[in-house]
């Protein structure tokens, strides 16, 4: 009897079945089991060559799904699974009751073979236990940029102390990126950055790639901090360790809150020569860029951006007056970039998508200046709150 007629006769069997009665509804499943078991080798002479072919309707619809879900912003899946805690301890607390020592990974944005890479580590040896992770080469200025677009690879490397370090071929932020995504299978309790050769102050931050490491740490859940020293031809990283060092201590004994980082900026001086720490805020950069203009061998023009080191506004508070006057600053800085002042004055405008002939009539006519009292008022009262904020 052929399959097909063992098939027939399986139907007719069933149908004449009882539809309540359990040993007929047993009867076929086991019969629906040994059809499955026996496919494959009585049909295998039956197939032809289009059937050797791989099925790509599964591969086709995964492919669809991951294309899906990276427009939607979403991981890949099993991506989140492998990454595994992103930070250790949520509470900060003194470091003789720590049951464990503390976490720290290191980065910075000079590169793997800064000797101020290696002098944050050795500074930070003796309250934790340190992880390297860098960029290979000079990362300098690329602020909070992450490779998306392109593999990335990871090397071992050795320090000059012969310790064991990890560099990738990416910015700062892509080396803790892969830390809190779990390369190294474990979270961190603190992210420190640099010590970067060349100060980062005031608006220097908005470029710095060392900066930007530990925003990508706070993003993580993880507190961080970033430290640089004031430039100079032969540095001495003597009084930026300590500093390192202190700051280290504190924020694992006292927490950051979500959001919160620290920049650290150290003077060009010795630890005798140092007036101490300041606890600043931001100040302001007077940057004194220019467009060198060059012509290549092929008679091809070529643009460097270059120009004198920038100065500041010696502002008393600022984190520029207290570099130069031999103070290391210590400058909180917040995630939320929200301007709370313009806020309130955006609140006061009129925001409208299609606005009446009659409102652009009166608009036009109007003279230019602020005369609606509203907008007076509340020029008034922010003018008086950036006062008090100044004294």
């Given at each position: 009897?052929?399959?097909?007629?063992?098939?027939?006769?399986?139907?007719?069997?069933r149908?004449?079945?009882?539809?309540?009665?359990?040993?007929?509804e047993?009867?076929?499943?086991?019969?629906?089991?040994?059809?499955?078991?026996?496919?494959?080798?009585?049909?295998?002479?039956?197939?032809?060559?289009?059937?050797?072919?791989?099925?790509?309707?599964?591969e086709?619809?995964?492919?669809?799904?991951?294309?899906?879900?990276?427009?939607?912003?979403?991981?890949?899946?099993g991506?989140?699974?492998?990454?595994g805690?992103?930070?250790?301890?949520?509470?900060?607390?003194?470091?003789?009751?720590?049951?464990?020592r503390?976490?720290?990974?290191?980065?910075?944005?000079?590169?793997?073979?800064?000797?101020?890479?290696l002098?944050?580590?050795?500074?930070?040896?003796?309250?934790?236990?340190?992880?390297?992770?860098?960029?290979?080469?000079?990362?300098?200025?690329?602020?909070?940029?992450?490779?998306?677009?392109?593999?990335?690879?990871?090397?071992?490397?050795?320090?000059?102390?012969?310790s064991?370090?990890?560099?990738?071929?990416?910015?700062?932020?892509?080396?803790?990126?892969?830390?809190?995504?779990?390369?190294?299978?474990h979270g961190?309790?603190?992210?420190?950055?640099?010590i970067?050769?060349?100060?980062?102050?005031?608006?220097d931050?908005?470029?710095?790639?060392?900066?930007?490491?530990?925003?990508?740490?706070?993003?993580?859940?993880?507190?961080?901090?970033?430290?640089?020293?004031?430039?100079?031809?032969?540095?001495?990283?003597?009084?930026?360790?300590?500093?390192?060092?202190?700051?280290?201590?504190n924020?694992?004994?006292?927490?950051?809150?979500?959001?919160?980082?620290?920049n650290?900026?150290?003077?060009?001086?010795?630890?005798?020569?140092?007036e101490?720490?300041?606890?600043?805020?931001?100040?302001?950069?007077?940057?004194?860029?220019?467009?060198?203009?060059?012509?290549?061998?092929?008679?091809?023009?070529?643009?460097?951006?270059?120009?004198?080191?920038?100065?500041?506004?010696?502002?008393?508070g600022?984190?520029?007056h207290?570099?130069?006057?031999?103070?290391?600053?210590?400058t909180?800085?917040?995630?939320?970039?929200?301007?709370?002042?313009?806020?309130?004055?955006?609140?006061?405008?009129?925001?409208?998508?299609?606005?009446?002939?009659?409102q652009?009539?009166?608009?036009?006519?109007?003279?230019?200046?602020?005369?609606?009292?509203?907008?007076?008022?509340?020029?008034?009262?922010?003018?008086?709150?950036?006062?008090?904020?100044?004294r």
């Amino acid at each position: 009897m052929t399959d097909d007629e063992r098939g027939d006769q399986k139907d007719a069997d069933r149908r004449g079945a009882d539809p309540e009665d359990p040993d007929a509804e047993a009867a076929d499943r086991q019969d629906t089991r040994q059809d499955d078991r026996r496919w494959p080798t009585d049909r295998r002479e039956n197939r032809s060559a289009a059937d050797d072919q791989p099925d790509m309707t599964r591969e086709r619809a995964r492919t669809e799904r991951r294309d899906l879900d990276k427009e939607r912003g979403e991981p890949v899946a099993g991506g989140a699974a492998r990454g595994g805690p992103r930070a250790l301890r949520p509470t900060a607390r003194p470091l003789h009751d720590w049951s464990t020592r503390p976490k720290i990974l290191i980065t910075n944005d000079d590169g793997v073979e800064s000797r101020g890479l290696l002098a944050l580590k050795q500074a930070l040896d003796p309250i934790g236990d340190t992880t390297v992770v860098a960029p290979d080469t000079n990362q300098s200025a690329v602020g909070h940029q992450k490779t998306l677009m392109r593999p990335l690879r990871v090397r071992e490397r050795t320090l000059g102390d012969g310790s064991l370090a990890y560099s990738v071929d990416g910015s700062p932020t892509d080396a803790v990126s892969l830390a809190f995504l779990g390369f190294f299978g474990h979270g961190f309790d603190l992210v420190a950055a640099g010590i970067n050769y060349g100060a980062n102050l005031g608006d220097d931050i908005t470029y710095s790639g060392t900066v930007s490491a530990a925003m990508e740490a706070v993003i993580n859940g993880c507190p961080g901090f970033a430290i640089s020293q004031e430039y100079y031809e032969h540095p001495d990283f003597a009084l930026a360790g300590l500093a390192a060092a202190a700051v280290a201590r504190n924020i694992l004994e006292h927490g950051l809150s979500r959001g919160e980082l620290v920049n650290v900026n150290v003077p060009a001086v010795s630890p005798e020569e140092c007036e101490g720490f300041e606890v600043t805020r931001l100040g302001r950069r007077v940057y004194q860029d220019q467009l060198i203009e060059r012509l290549d061998p092929r008679g091809i023009p070529y643009f460097w951006i270059g120009g004198p080191p920038p100065s500041g506004l010696a502002v008393p508070g600022t984190d520029f007056h207290a570099v130069i006057n031999r103070r290391i600053a210590v400058t909180p800085i917040h995630l939320d970039l929200t301007g709370r002042s313009l806020l309130r004055r955006l609140k006061t405008w009129s925001w409208s998508l299609e606005p009446t002939a009659g409102q652009i009539s009166q608009e036009a006519s109007r003279p230019p200046g602020r005369d609606k009292p509203q907008a007076m008022a509340v020029e008034d009262q922010l003018t008086e709150e950036h006062g008090e904020e100044r004294r």
